[in-house]
């Protein structure tokens, strides 16, 4: 077939029937080839659309039943969407250059001082992590530590590939809640909220017990943590933030004293002889193949512990420069490698097995038995720094964590509140401490508890990093990285990361019900938090199918009350920012908003340099999308600048939508606007 056609414009009466309108009779005279092409986007604003456009009413009403009784229409309908061009003026430039200069605000850390800044948690793990695993590993225990410690050579890679993807804080909620939903992006948040918890229960009460071991105290261990959690708590409330020299000076403290307890044990070792060694192995034996299997994986299971601290490494991507985080994550690990199994093996051939068993400090214990009181007084003193240290990162990350919740309008604005004078986030941090304290209470103040709790924590939380990656690679794969892990090693790893924490759970069966009632418990509190119109329309629907309640006045109250609040929670308005006119793409993005935010205003915005650039049925698909949903009203913006991060932020500022609530898909690597760090947004579609 010829593939030029002929055909003809042609106009007559048509013949009128009964209760029907006239319409002309068009034949085509004009040849087209095919394919036939869209009208450009200028040329389409001077034709008429074909469209039905319900324009009596002023909200987008149906015909369908509402599911409430007692309800106008304008509750559950939102009114029709506006187009409009929109122009940043050079008060917006200059505020938008101000908001990107005040992102890049913060001092730029080179490897070692970002090294020392996350380090300080890792290295501080040593003294909670050696009395489980040389309980469950015995005379193994040095070829469990290894083991452990050698599994981060798989997470190194994944890790990488994330933060070259995301350079953005906030570890596991960041990648998830621009790779997935945010439901599953809520989880990762709660258990990284629970991993802060646990960080500061946990190292306070090590603390508290290693100096109950060497002064007396008047009171309880558990009254030492509360003692220990409030020296950190009032430096957070007093502004004070991690400092990068004070890092660095914990963490040389800490590697002197980690040196000199090594070497005094060697000496030890070399001047009295290997009787106390062979003496535990002799007496350490299972006495089976598959018992000493089994002790070797319990250890490697439990040794996990001795890495927390870890997984908040991503967290400091942002400060440092680009291409430098590989070596932070370097640093952080390898000397952990060597250290711990060296430092375990000198504890059992320094100190018989039934004392190392017998629940005292084991690191404390070792630097009396080789070198006299001095040295354990000053491995006490470093215990007491470095896991002080610990409580303060822990309250510090969960603050960021909390404040990004926020941002995210998750949390309530509340959390974003700053003390005027130190500007610390109050509120956030006596909050957070609080849910400390209740998740210690809960255990019976109970240290064991709470460090396996921890474990499971410490694995969720760090296989929720080869997830986020798999995410990525499947529905954020056109995203710029610099670093690309396999997809065998990435499965592998959370395999691995599965293993250990049933490992765990098989261990202690126990530990399973105290760690799913707090991650339920946080995660429900985080979809509460995030659905709280949702469930105010259950709760509002519940009164409406109740005609008694009707006739009570204080009933109608509380009903009035409850519209006015949904209505104002639905108030804040969010931006989609569009570069195609393709509906099944608008669609997918709108869907998620509707999904996903509770709001009832949407700005559809596009970029563009030149008129002619503007897709030409952009305007037309977004009337579609404004009528499919109802309960949003959907308003096309046209904004005529390059995508970049100082327009982004100079559009939020003029919309006053925070960048957080700005919406975009998928950036692939001809995208020259900039990084996702840069422009602050969400991605939400492919």
Not at 108 to 126: K, M
Not at 193 to 199: F, Q, V
């Amino acid at each position: 077939m010829d593939p030029c056609r002929t055909m003809s414009f042609q106009t007559s009466e048509s013949t009128e029937s009964e209760g029907a309108t006239a319409l002309p009779q068009i034949e085509l005279t004009t040849p087209v080839k095919y394919p036939i092409q869209p009208p450009s986007f200028g040329k389409s604003q001077y034709d008429t659309i074909l469209r039905r456009q319900r324009t009596n009413s002023p909200l987008k009403s149906t015909n369908s039943p509402s599911r409430f009784q007692s309800l106008s229409g304008d509750f559950e309908f939102a009114g029709w969407g506006i187009v409009s061009y929109l122009e940043l003026s050079p008060t917006d430039i200059q505020r938008g250059e101000e908001a990107v200069k005040q992102d890049k605000k913060g001092p730029v850390l080179g490897p070692w001082e970002a090294s020392a800044v996350a380090a300080n948690e890792v290295f501080g793990s040593v003294f909670y992590a050696f009395p489980p695993v040389v309980a469950a590993s015995g005379v193994y225990s040095p070829i469990s530590l290894l083991i452990a410690t050698s599994t981060l050579f798989l997470w190194r890679p994944i890790i990488e590939e994330l933060t070259s993807a995301f350079p953005i804080s906030g570890a596991n909620y960041t990648y998830l809640i621009n790779v997935t939903s945010k439901g599953i992006a809520l989880m990762g948040g709660a258990l990284a909220l629970l991993d802060y918890a646990t960080t500061v229960v946990v190292s306070a009460s090590t603390a508290s017990a290693y100096i109950s071991g060497e002064v007396k105290l008047p009171f309880p261990i558990y009254v030492g943590t509360l003692i220990i959690v409030v020296l950190p708590l009032i430096i957070s409330l007093l502004g004070l933030r991690e400092s990068t020299r004070t890092a660095l000076g914990i963490l040389s403290f800490h590697s002197a004293t980690m040196v000199a307890l090594t070497l005094a044990a060697l000496v030890a070792w070399i001047r009295d002889g290997n009787d106390i060694v062979h003496e535990n192995w002799t007496s350490g034996q299972p006495g089976s193949p598959s018992g000493i299997l089994r002790q070797v994986f319990n250890g490697v299971c439990l040794g996990m512990i001795g890495m927390t601290g870890f997984e908040c490494s991503p967290d400091y991507v942002s400060t440092v420069r680009p291409g430098v985080f590989p070596k932070v994550l370097r640093n952080i690990h390898l000397p952990i490698v060597g250290m711990y199994s060296l430092l375990m093996l000198l504890v059992l051939a320094n100190i018989p097995l039934d004392v190392i068993n017998s629940g005292g400090n084991i690191l404390s214990v070792l630097a009396d038995k080789v070198a006299g009181r001095w040295l354990r007084i000053w491995v006490v003193v470093d215990a007491s720094i470095v896991l002080s240290a610990g409580v303060l990162t822990g309250i510090l990350s969960a603050c960021a964590l909390c404040e990004k919740l926020a941002r995210d309008n998750i949390a309530p604005r509340m959390f974003m509140y700053r003390l005027p004078a130190t500007d610390a986030q109050a509120i956030t941090i006596t909050g957070f401490v609080a849910l400390s304290g209740v998740l210690y209470a809960s255990s019976g103040a109970s240290l064991q508890i709470m460090s396996s709790v921890f474990a499971l924590t410490w694995l969720s939380v760090m296989s929720l990093f080869p997830v986020s990656l798999l995410f990525l690679k499947f529905d954020r794969g056109r995203i710029p990285r610099t670093r690309r892990a396999s997809l065998s090693l990435t499965l592998f790893t959370l395999m691995l990361g599965i293993a250990v924490f049933a490992g765990n759970i098989a261990i202690d069966p126990t530990t399973a019900g105290y760690f799913s009632a707090y991650a339920v418990a946080i995660s429900a509190l985080f979809l509460i938090t995030n659905n709280k119109a949702r469930i105010l329309r259950w709760i509002y629907w519940s009164y409406d199918q109740t005609p008694l309640l009707h006739g009570w006045r204080w009933a109608r109250r509380r009903g009035d009350i409850l519209v006015k609040v949904m209505r104002k929670l639905r108030r804040q308005p969010m931006c989609v920012l569009a570069k195609t006119d393709e509906i099944h793409h608008l669609f997918r993005m709108i869907s998620y908003v509707s999904t996903n935010e509770e709001t009832s205003s949407l700005k559809l915005v596009h970029f563009y340099e030149h008129i002619n650039e503007i897709p030409s049925e952009i305007e037309a698909n977004a009337k579609l999308l404004d009528e499919a949903f109802p309960e949003i009203t959907i308003d096309l913006l046209f904004v005529q600048a390059p995508i970049t991060p100082t327009t982004v932020a100079a559009l939020a500022a003029k919309l006053q939508i925070p960048r957080a609530l700005m919406f975009i898909s998928c950036p692939g690597p001809t995208f020259s606007g900039a990084s996702v760090a840069e422009l602050g947004t969400r991605i939400i579609a492919l």
